[in-house]
């Protein structure tokens, strides 16, 4: 039954099993910074295998690099995309993440005693506008260095030397 699939839709159900354990995570009550973080990516780089190593082994597998990295690069992209619109909509649903990160970064800049209140204040502003950008930019530029790197590197491992 999966065997027939294209790479996007790999990269839809990868990116659906990656959301589904992050709220998992979420719910259950675990730290952001628990271990079980990692299956996440665990799930991210499986699914891309599994999409290269699909292709290496189809009719349509030419043994270049640039077709092997061409179906990841399908997956991967569908995965960021999924996981960057999660991010937003999980954020906005959950505005409680944005007041925690304007606290600790209160408690950091007023402990570094480098800062005037006006000063602190302005930062702290600064910070609640640009909060989600930055949260997204993140995701995006995270997604898309781990999915190329390891795009890459399956790639170059899945090429059949003639």
Not at 3 to 14: C, Q, S, Y
Not at 65 to 70: E, H, Q, V
Not at 132 to 138: D, N, P
Not at 146 to 161: D, E, N, P, Q, Y
């Amino acid at each position: 039954m999966l065997k027939n699939l294209n790479a996007t839709r790999k990269g839809i159900i990868t990116g659906l099993v990656m959301i589904g354990i992050s709220l998992g995570i979420f719910y259950s009550g675990q730290p952001f910074d628990s271990p079980l973080q990692y299956l996440i990516y665990v799930v991210y780089a499986g699914g891309i295998v599994w999409t290269i190593y699909e292709f290496s082994k189809s009719e349509e597998n030419t043994n270049k690099f640039g077709g092997l990295f061409l179906q990841g690069f399908k997956c991967f992209i569908v995965i960021t995309l999924l996981m960057v619109i999660f991010t937003f909509v999980f954020n906005k649903l959950h505005p409680e993440f944005k007041e925690e990160m304007v606290k600790a970064y209160n408690d950091e800049l007023v402990k570094k005693g480098n800062s005037t209140p006006a000063e602190i204040l302005k930062n702290i502003e600064s910070a609640k506008d640009y909060y989600l950008t930055m949260l997204i930019s993140g995701a995006i530029f995270g997604y898309l260095a781990i999915g190329a790197v390891i795009t890459a590197a399956t790639s170059l491992l899945f090429m059949k030397r003639k």
